[in-house]
Structure formats: structure tokens, C-alpha cells
């Protein structure tokens, strides 16, 4: 049991940053990688950066326009980058609307980025990649990144490294 905890913490990386420009700009780099299928799970209290690192996922996609937080339509969708991007947010819904939403039917589709994933069951979700949000003060935010499955360690390793 504890070799399977120390393999966890290893495979887990943590990143600080210091501003919204800068959460974007990480998050732009998972876009530019990102594959069919790609799934950011996406955890935090309010206003720790989650939707920033949506905007920045989307813009390293390439998606034309502005995103917003989809908490009153659950799932947006933006067709306009290099691969579909689907943004949800479970906030007001929690776990019953993961069939509701309609997110089984796009997840290979694109790229997917769930705010408020601690609200739903993993299991649901086969791979990914797992963020934490930790607020640090006005404008730091602490990333936590906990990958599961092969996709979620290459996009990692391809970002942040070894």
C-alpha cells in the first residue's frame, strides 16, 4: 500500500502562478498537445483559476472568441480550433448531470475540461488529468496536476517534465 502512495506523489507535480495571464498561458500549452480525448478534470473552491485554465486550454486549442464559465449551460462546446473543445462546469448539478449533459457522447470527440470534477464521481472517467486549484493569495494560485492513464502522464510529462 505504501509503494502505490509514494508512486502517486511521484507522478504528481505542482506548479505556482502568479497571475490570470499566467494560469492561461500554462493552460494554452496542455491545448497546443492535446489529443482526441484529452480530459481535464478541473477542482477548486471558487475563483481559484479554474475557468482561467479553461480559457487558456481553449485558446492553446486555437478556439477563436471568448469562454466563459458554462455554469448555467453545463456544457459548451467550441468548434473553431484545431480540435472540438467541450467545456463544462458541474457546479450547480453535481454528478446527475454527467448523463444529463450529454458528456459520454463527446468524450472522444475533442478535448474535454470539467470545473467542479470533485462534484462527480472519477470513475466515470477512464484517463485524465486531474487539476487541483489551491487559491495562495489575490492573484497566486497553486496547481496541483495528478495524472491517471497514459494520456494523462504524457500531457504532463510533455508540459511540465519529468
Request: charged share 25%; proline share 4%.
Amino acid at each position: 500500500m505504501q509503494l502505490n502512495s509514494e508512486r502517486e506523489r511521484e507522478r504528481k507535480r505542482e506548479r505556482i502562478t502568479n497571475s490570470v495571464d499566467e494560469t492561461r498561458c500554462l493552460a494554452s500549452q496542455f491545448g497546443k498537445i492535446a489529443e482526441p480525448g484529452s480530459i481535464f478534470l478541473l477542482c477548486g473552491d471558487l475563483g481559484t483559476g479554474k475557468t482561467a485554465f479553461a480559457q487558456g486550454l481553449g485558446a492553446g486549442l486555437g478556439v477563436e472568441g471568448s469562454i466563459s464559465s458554462p455554469s448555467f449551460s453545463l456544457l459548451k462546446e467550441y468548434s473553431s480550433g484545431r480540435l472540438p473543445f467541450f467545456h463544462a462546469d458541474l457546479y450547480r448539478v453535481g454528478a446527475a448531470a454527467l448523463a444529463d449533459i450529454g458528456l459520454e457522447d463527446v468524450i472522444n470527440c475533442g478535448v474535454i475540461a470539467v470545473e467542479w470534477a470533485d462534484l462527480a464521481p472519477l470513475e466515470y472517467f477512464e484517463e485524465y488529468l486531474l487539476i487541483r486549484f489551491t487559491g495562495l493569495g489575490p492573484e497566486s494560485r497553486k496547481l496541483t496536476f495528478e495524472p491517471v492513464g497514459g494520456m494523462g502522464e504524457r500531457l504532463l510529462e510533455a508540459v511540465l517534465g519529468t
